[in-house]
């Protein structure tokens, strides 16, 4: 009888053991997947999309090229591989009569050009760049592909060194810079040279150089029609270092390479796309005011660049992703409301018609606004959908029907795994009673009798939005059994103009009253433990989190995630000094250093004793290390409970491998358990 019982005891535990969690762990990440950059057959309903996995033994984001083709009636959705392989897939472009595909692959360890037969599947590699290429476009005559990619050029260094002996071995020269823009983040200290326009016959062999100059050119390029021309933007202002946004549209002839500048108005004017007969191009853009948000409108001129009319002026969103209908008498575009990424159409009169939400689901780690669409001939459109509960998949849809999602990429862990649920909330300011959006998400199996800790997470930017949108990380703090909240305090997006610039010059400023009252909102619930509040954020949302520390004791412990602590050294390190001190600040921190300091965290650092984790990538040149370890020394005089913790190899997107997003939120929950105040 006894070894009866301890044989099923043993079974019993062996098949405890044996059964996987339903909780969404931190491994779990490995096993998400999610679709971007969906293009639509030209004339027909056939979806070639990029199938983002990732690869456990490597650590590395890979990607293949799907194929998706709508049910009819009942039927469900055909869904069949283009390519396979551990290896990045992207920019898959169809021939403008539907028959084949060109896109860039790495399978052969960098980045080229491929041709893809679809009816017989025969492939060929195209191009041997040395460089990887972007923006590919088809000509509509299917005889050319259009792309951009990096020129280097000779440094200007003016020493010499003297002739070393035969067999001598010196130390590296040394590296000479004279350009403003000399490292960027996620590049590293950059090389001499600039992004050039090419073209290439769709039959392969060298690639002809377009553009030339000092200047950056790139983005979309949008054929003419007669497959002659293309159009394009760029800043080839000889000052463009000093006036970084101030870009024009171009038109360029590919026989003989004359440019032909279309626009003058100082700012942006960018994304040029070609009307359908060719007589006209759309473009968004915004006159310069220097403020720290502004809203991107949409254009359209003449195609000599004559004319140009605001037919976007009076909606009160920015515009984006802008396509011709096919019947050039409208166009498609995507912007975001209340959190929430739209596809709209507009005629050419300025009328809005709002077509699909919930467009997203590109940011896995934190719910930020993305997604996209591609729109065919028939003015049928394929997009990126997604939830609170899962990234993004596929979806089709055209105007007058409702969108339809074609995958499920996700199901095979969704379908065991249990999330927390998210609720929304609307609540006032402190500060003005201005309404304010927010998210709350509960730990699975919650419980509103219980009590449980709550983690304020804070989006970045702070131009940016957080939504209704799958979010790995903040999932992950629910599985933990935390309630979490995140918010859209003002200066976020998605809110209008008025609303993203009452943070201009004033940052951080009331958009700490806006985080202290939803807080407050949160624990009026009643299932929130009042002795058990922490708070997080990265980029923006680290400013904040340091801000916060600075300011009130409220928070039993802090996460703060690569933020800027000063921002007179910010400034000055960052990889965009030309951009930050013009439009966030009144001028150069010289000539306003109390400003600059008055609104720098480093200046409040004495009032901290919150025990604060600093966590920013060893390569961030966006926000870089050298901010958090000013703080961590401050925090370490005023012996402060701290610690600071260094991602290698990492940059601003510190959690873009997923090993590093499991060590991220892995370090921030580690840390708070350390300081809850009942360890047992």
């Given at each position: 009888?006894?070894?009866?019982?301890?044989?099923?005891?043993?079974?019993?535990?062996?098949?405890?053991?044996?059964?996987?969690?339903?909780?969404?762990?931190?491994?779990?990440?490995?096993?998400?997947?999610?679709?971007?950059?969906?293009?639509?057959?030209?004339?027909?309903?056939?979806?070639?999309?990029?199938?983002?996995?990732?690869?456990?033994?490597?650590?590395?984001?890979?990607?293949?090229?799907?194929?998706?083709?709508?049910?009819?009636?009942?039927?469900?959705?055909?869904?069949?591989?283009?390519?396979?392989?551990?290896?990045?897939?992207?920019?898959?472009?169809?021939?403008?009569?539907?028959?084949?595909?060109?896109?860039?692959?790495?399978?052969?360890?960098?980045?080229?050009?491929?041709?893809?037969?679809?009816?017989?599947?025969?492939?060929?590699?195209?191009?041997?760049?040395?460089?990887?290429?972007?923006?590919?476009?088809?000509?509509?005559?299917?005889?050319?592909?259009?792309?951009?990619?990096?020129?280097?050029?000779?440094?200007?260094?003016?020493?010499?060194?003297?002739?070393?002996?035969?067999?001598?071995?010196?130390?590296?020269?040394?590296?000479?810079?004279?350009?403003?823009?000399?490292?960027?983040?996620?590049?590293?200290?950059?090389?001499?040279?600039?992004?050039?326009?090419?073209?290439?016959?769709?039959?392969?062999?060298?690639?002809?150089?377009?553009?030339?100059?000092?200047?950056?050119?790139?983005?979309?390029?949008?054929?003419?029609?007669?497959?002659?021309?293309?159009?394009?933007?760029?800043?080839?202002?000889?000052?463009?270092?000093?006036?970084?946004?101030?870009?024009?549209?171009?038109?360029?002839?590919?026989?003989?390479?004359?440019?032909?500048?279309?626009?003058?108005?100082?700012?942006?004017?960018?994304?040029?796309?070609?009307?359908?007969?060719?007589?006209?191009?759309?473009?968004?853009?915004?006159?310069?005011?220097?403020?720290?948000?502004?809203?991107?409108?949409?254009?359209?001129?003449?195609?000599?660049?004559?004319?140009?009319?605001?037919?976007?002026?009076?909606?009160?969103?920015?515009?984006?992703?802008?396509?011709?209908?096919?019947?050039?008498?409208?166009?498609?575009?995507?912007?975001?409301?209340?959190?929430?990424?739209?596809?709209?159409?507009?005629?050419?009169?300025?009328?809005?018609?709002?077509?699909?939400?919930?467009?997203?689901?590109?940011?896995?780690?934190?719910?930020?606004?993305?997604?996209?669409?591609?729109?065919?001939?028939?003015?049928?459109?394929?997009?990126?959908?997604?939830?609170?509960?899962?990234?993004?998949?596929?979806?089709?849809?055209?105007?007058?029907?409702?969108?339809?999602?074609?995958?499920?990429?996700?199901?095979?862990?969704?379908?065991?795994?249990?999330?927390?649920?998210?609720?929304?909330?609307?609540?006032?300011?402190?500060?003005?009673?201005?309404?304010?959006?927010?998210?709350?998400?509960?730990?699975?199996?919650?419980?509103?009798?219980?009590?449980?800790?709550?983690?304020?997470?804070?989006?970045?930017?702070?131009?940016?939005?957080?939504?209704?949108?799958?979010?790995?990380?903040?999932?992950?703090?629910?599985?933990?059994?935390?309630?979490?909240?995140?918010?859209?305090?003002?200066?976020?997006?998605?809110?209008?103009?008025?609303?993203?610039?009452?943070?201009?010059?004033?940052?951080?400023?009331?958009?700490?009253?806006?985080?202290?009252?939803?807080?407050?909102?949160?624990?009026?619930?009643?299932?929130?433990?009042?002795?058990?509040?922490?708070?997080?954020?990265?980029?923006?949302?680290?400013?904040?989190?340091?801000?916060?520390?600075?300011?009130?004791?409220?928070f039993r412990a802090a996460v703060v995630a690569k933020p800027v602590i000063n921002w007179y050294s910010f400034v000055l390190n960052s990889d965009s000094p030309g951009f930050f001190y013009k439009y966030w600040f009144p001028g150069p921190p010289w000539d306003h250093m109390e400003h600059y300091m008055a609104r720098s965290p480093i200046s409040y650092v004495g009032n901290v004793k919150t025990p604060t984790m600093l966590l920013t990538g060893e390569e961030d040149y966006r926000t870089p290390i050298s901010e958090s370890e000013q703080f961590y020394a401050g925090l370490k005089i005023n012996n402060v409970d701290a610690s600071l913790v260094r991602i290698p190899g990492a940059s601003h997107g510190i959690a873009n491998k997923p090993s590093h997003l499991i060590a991220k939120v892995n370090y921030i929950t580690g840390w708070f358990e350390e300081h809850?105040?009942?360890?047992?």
């Amino acid at each position: 009888m006894k070894i009866t019982l301890v044989f099923n005891f043993l079974l019993v535990s062996i098949f405890c053991l044996a059964q996987p969690s339903n909780r969404f762990e931190p491994a779990d990440v490995f096993d998400l997947e999610y679709a971007s950059d969906p293009r639509m057959e030209p004339d027909g309903e056939r979806i070639i999309y990029v199938r983002n996995f990732k690869d456990v033994m490597t650590d590395a984001n890979l990607s293949n090229l799907w194929m998706v083709v709508p049910g009819k009636g009942d039927a469900s959705a055909m869904h069949i591989p283009v390519t396979t392989g551990k290896q990045r897939d992207s920019s898959p472009r169809w021939s403008k009569n539907g028959t084949e595909l060109v896109y860039i692959s790495s399978r052969d360890g960098s980045a080229q050009i491929y041709r893809r037969w679809l009816e017989s599947g025969a492939e060929a590699r195209l191009t041997n760049l040395t460089k990887g290429p972007g923006g590919l476009s088809w000509s509509p005559d299917n005889k050319w592909i259009a792309f951009s990619m990096f020129v280097p050029e000779k440094s200007g260094s003016h020493v010499k060194m003297p002739d070393k002996p035969d067999g001598a071995k010196w130390s590296k020269p040394p590296t000479y810079i004279d350009d403003m823009y000399y490292r960027a983040d996620g590049g590293g200290y950059l090389k001499k040279g600039f992004r050039q326009v090419f073209v290439l016959s769709i039959d392969g062999g060298t690639p002809r150089q377009l553009t030339t100059g000092p200047f950056r050119h790139g983005g979309r390029l949008s054929w003419t029609p007669d497959s002659k021309g293309i159009v394009f933007s760029a800043n080839r202002h000889p000052n463009w270092e000093h006036d970084p946004i101030n870009s024009e549209v171009h038109h360029i002839d590919i026989s003989n390479g004359q440019l032909t500048t279309l626009t003058t108005r100082q700012g942006p004017d960018g994304v040029p796309t070609v009307s359908p007969d060719g007589s006209q191009i759309a473009y968004l853009g915004f006159d310069d005011q220097l403020l720290g948000y502004q809203l991107r409108r949409l254009y359209v001129m003449n195609s000599d660049g004559s004319l140009p009319t605001c037919i976007s002026a009076d909606f009160d969103r920015s515009v984006g992703n802008i396509q011709w209908a096919g019947d050039g008498n409208g166009l498609f575009f995507q912007y975001d409301e209340h959190g929430d990424t739209k596809i709209a159409h507009i005629d050419l009169n300025g009328n809005i018609n709002t077509l699909q939400d919930q467009v997203g689901g590109l940011s896995l780690g934190r719910p930020y606004s993305g997604g996209t669409f591609h729109v065919n001939k028939n003015n049928d459109y394929a997009y990126t959908t997604c939830t609170v509960h899962h990234p993004a998949d596929v979806a089709v849809g055209s105007k007058g029907k409702e969108g339809v999602q074609l995958t499920a990429l996700n199901d095979d862990l969704f379908t065991y795994k249990q999330l927390g649920e998210v609720e929304e909330i609307w609540y006032e300011s402190s500060f003005d009673k201005r309404k304010v959006q927010g998210w709350i998400v509960k730990p699975p199996d919650f419980d509103p009798n219980k009590k449980y800790p709550l983690l304020l997470e804070i989006h970045g930017g702070p131009f940016a939005n957080y939504g209704s949108r799958f979010s790995a990380e903040i999932q992950l703090y629910a599985a933990a059994g935390y309630v979490v909240l995140y918010t859209n305090p003002r200066g976020s997006t998605s809110y209008g103009a008025e609303f993203g610039n009452l943070i201009h010059h004033n940052y951080p400023g009331q958009d700490y009253d806006d985080l202290m009252s939803g807080v407050d909102a949160v624990i009026v619930k009643g299932y929130i433990d009042e002795n058990q509040l922490y708070v997080t954020g990265g980029s923006g949302g680290g400013v904040l989190t340091s801000w916060i520390v600075g300011h009130t004791n409220r928070f039993r412990a802090a996460v703060v995630a690569k933020p800027v602590i000063n921002w007179y050294s910010f400034v000055l390190n960052s990889d965009s000094p030309g951009f930050f001190y013009k439009y966030w600040f009144p001028g150069p921190p010289w000539d306003h250093m109390e400003h600059y300091m008055a609104r720098s965290p480093i200046s409040y650092v004495g009032n901290v004793k919150t025990p604060t984790m600093l966590l920013t990538g060893e390569e961030d040149y966006r926000t870089p290390i050298s901010e958090s370890e000013q703080f961590y020394a401050g925090l370490k005089i005023n012996n402060v409970d701290a610690s600071l913790v260094r991602i290698p190899g990492a940059s601003h997107g510190i959690a873009n491998k997923p090993s590093h997003l499991i060590a991220k939120v892995n370090y921030i929950t580690g840390w708070f358990e350390e300081h809850k105040k009942d360890k047992s």
